[in-house]
């Protein structure tokens, strides 16, 4: 499994019209996700104190579009990059993702263990 921290309100889109397309696949052309042991810290270094977020949990097998494992900022760790939509039949779980009342994020996936 593959895991996106999406807004709320953009799931809620995509709930309305079949599949979820970040704002990423538009500028980028492919959508930002996480493997398992990357969540907190993408959460951390990216989404600070955001209270509308939700946590998507991907099946790449239910995926038309391809997954490219990448680095596009330099670094040496890859990550997974969803290059077209995702329909609504690969989003397997959405997670409530809020940090906490210190602005930490917590979770824990049983696809790490």
Same mark, same amino acid.
């Given at each position: 499994?593959?895991?996106? &921290?999406?807004?709320a309100r953009d799931w809620t889109t995509a709930q309305t019209i079949g599949e979820y397309q970040a704002a990423s696949l538009i500028t980028e052309g492919f959508i930002h996700c996480s493997d398992p042991h990357q969540v907190l810290e993408v959460a951390h270094r990216l989404f600070c104190d955001r209270k509308?977020?939700?946590?998507?949990? &991907?099946?790449p097998q239910r995926l038309d579009a391809e997954v490219r494992y990448e680095n596009c900022e330099g670094g040496e760790?890859?990550?997974?990059?969803?290059?077209?939509?995702i329909p609504l039949t690969a989003v397997t779980t959405v997670f409530p993702f809020q940090p906490n009342a210190e602005g930490k994020f917590t979770w824990s996936s049983t696809s790490e263990n």
């Open positions: 499994m593959i895991f996106h &921290i999406a807004q509308d977020l939700v946590l998507l949990e &991907i099946d760790e890859q990550y997974p990059h969803v290059y077209g939509s």
